[in-house]
C-alpha cells in the first residue's frame, strides 16, 4: 500500500492552501479517498501534481486526472 498524506500535508507540499487541494479533489483533478472527514492522497499523487506545476505553482490549464 502506497503513503498517503492528509489534504493539509499535500497541500504544505505543494505549496497550496488547503482549500485549493479540497477543490482539486472535488473536482477530480487529484485523486484521493475521503474517511469521514479526512481526505488521503497517496503519495504517488503528490508527486504527479508537482510535476505538472509550472511557474508560481500553477497547473497548466485542462489538467485532470488521467
Known amino acids: 500500500m502506497s503513503e498517503r498524506l492528509t489534504a493539509q500535508q499535500a497541500a504544505r507540499e505543494l505549496g497550496y492552501h ?11 483533478v487529484i485523486e484521493g479517498e475521503q474517511f469521514n472527514r479526512v481526505w488521503m492522497i497517496p ?3 503528490v ?7 509550472g511557474e508560481h505553482g500553477r497547473l497548466p490549464k485542462g489538467t485532470v486526472k488521467p
Do not use: T
Open 47 to 53: 508527486r504527479r501534481i508537482k510535476a505538472l506545476q
Open 43 to 45: 503519495r504517488h499523487e
Open 18 to 28: 488547503v482549500h485549493h487541494v479540497y477543490r482539486l479533489l472535488k473536482e477530480g
